[in-house]
C-alpha cells in the first residue's frame, strides 16, 4: 500500500515548465512514534510550511492527512503520506492533548509543500524527519 501511495504521487506530479517532474517534499515537521503508538510533533522546522503555519507544536498528535486518519499507524505509514510533488497542498490534522484549541480537540492544518534548502531547516544535524522512539 505505502509504494502504491508513492507511486500515486508521482503519477499527480505534473511536469514543470521545464518538462521535469517537481521534487517530492514535505512540510518541515520531524516526527515520533511515542509509547502507546501515537505519531507526535518533536520539532518543527523553521523555513518549512508548518513553521510558517505558526499552528504546529511540539507535542502535538497527528490524527488524519487528507482526511485519512492515521491515529495508531507508524512513521514508516505516515511518511509516503506527508511526502509529496513541490507545490501540492496537504492538510494534516492534529490534536494537542490536554489543551483545547479553537473550541475543539482536533484543528485542521493546511499548507503547501516546499522543499527546505540546506541551512534553512535549523535542527540538530542528528535529527531525521521521521523517526521511532519511545517516551518513559
Not at 495508531?72 to 513541490?86: A, N, Q, S, T, Y
Request: hydrophobic fraction near 35%; include cysteine; charge should be positive.
Amino acid at each position: 500500500q505505502q509504494q502504491q501511495q508513492q507511486q500515486g504521487y508521482q503519477k499527480e506530479a505534473a511536469p514543470n515548465a521545464n518538462g521535469r517532474q517537481p521534487r517530492m517534499c514535505g512540510v518541515g515537521v520531524v516526527l515520533v512514534q511515542v509509547s502507546g503508538g501515537a505519531v507526535c510533533v518533536k520539532s518543527v522546522n523553521k523555513g518549512g510550511a508548518a513553521f510558517a503555519s505558526g499552528q504546529i507544536v511540539r507535542g502535538d498528535v497527528l490524527y488524519a492527512i487528507d482526511s485519512q486518519k492515521v491515529l495508531g499507524w507508524d512513521v514508516e505509514r505516515v511518511k509516503p503520506l506527508i511526502l509529496g510533488p513541490e507545490g501540492s497542498k496537504i492538510t494534516m490534522t492534529f490534536q494537542r492533548v490536554g489543551n483545547q484549541v479553537h473550541g475543539k480537540r482536533g484543528f485542521d492544518v493546511t499548507m503547501t509543500r516546499i522543499v527546505i534548502e540546506d541551512g534553512a531547516a535549523q535542527r540538530m544535524p542528528a535529527q531525521r524527519p521521521f523517526e521511532t522512539a519511545s517516551r518513559a
